[in-house]
């Protein structure tokens, strides 16, 4: 069974600074998938990884993955307000259930 | 821009009534699916379509059933409402894009929101 494990769950940060957010998954696959989500909104898809050392950058985002490790980072770099949201990694399952597993999401708070 | 759409955004239900959440997306995606999220928690896939006529269940137990009669709509019925049916559920749709590499990316719609007393 394929499990997905993010940390730090709640991450408070002041503007300006830089963090990362950690990924893990259980079992082999090949994509992986960073979403945000703000308050009593749907997911913005935001990264789609898929094959090992896999980096994109979007602004003060940046995402990289590590297929073997099986571990896949999203660094913020000197964030700002704006990037408060939650943010949920996900791994394509493949096999008899098809669809993603999400991580239960970094629920992240920059204040100014 | 992913148009993929659901009705309705809220919903406030009293206990055994049947509901019916609607899903339709306007992309000609083959792939459907129905995630459930409490507040504040992970989504959990509870169906998918691969196309018409294709139903499976996801890795979430769910008392809820779908149907996939044309390949835009997509909805998830409850025949008996209960409290513990309350929370959201986010439909989505994926496809193919073509790029550099082939990639899979899944869209998804506002959600709704069910409360059920």
């Known amino acids: 069974e394929l499990k997905v494990e993010q940390n730090p769950l709640f991450l408070s940060m002041q503007e300006g600074k830089n963090y990362t957010i950690y990924c893990n998954y259980s079992?082999?696959?090949?994509?992986l998938y960073w979403y945000r989500q703000d308050p009593g909104k749907s997911l913005e898809s935001l990264f789609v990884l898929l094959s090992n050392g896999a980096v994109k950058q979007e602004g003060r985002l940046m995402a990289s993955l590590d297929t073997k490790a099986r571990l896949s980072t999203l660094h913020i770099t000197a964030a700002v307000h704006d990037l408060s949201a939650t943010y949920f990694c996900?791994?394509?399952?493949?096999?008899?259930?098809?669809?993603?597993?999400f991580g239960k999401g970094t629920h992240l708070i920059i204040q100014p | 821009e992913a148009d993929i759409y659901q009705t309705p955004r809220y919903l406030v239900i009293g206990t055994g009534k049947k509901i019916t959440l609607e899903c339709s997306q306007t992309?000609?995606?083959?792939?459907m699916y129905w995630y459930q999220q409490d507040p504040g928690m992970e989504l959990h896939l509870i169906h998918y379509s691969y196309g018409v006529n294709s139903t499976e269940k996801g890795d979430l137990s769910s008392e809820s059933t779908v149907s996939r009669i044309r390949t835009e709509h997509f909805p998830l019925t409850l025949e008996s409402a209960r409290p513990s049916h309350t929370s959201q559920y986010l439909c989505?749709?994926?496809?193919?894009?073509?790029?550099?590499?082939?990639?899979?990316?899944?869209?998804f719609g506002p959600g709704t929101r069910l409360l059920v007393l």
């Open positions: 989505a749709s994926s496809a193919l894009v073509t790029g550099a590499t082939l990639q899979e990316t899944q869209y």
């Open positions: 079992t082999t696959s090949d994509r």
């Open positions: 996900a791994v394509y399952s493949g096999g008899g259930a098809d669809g993603l597993t």
């Open positions: 992309m000609g995606h083959d792939k």
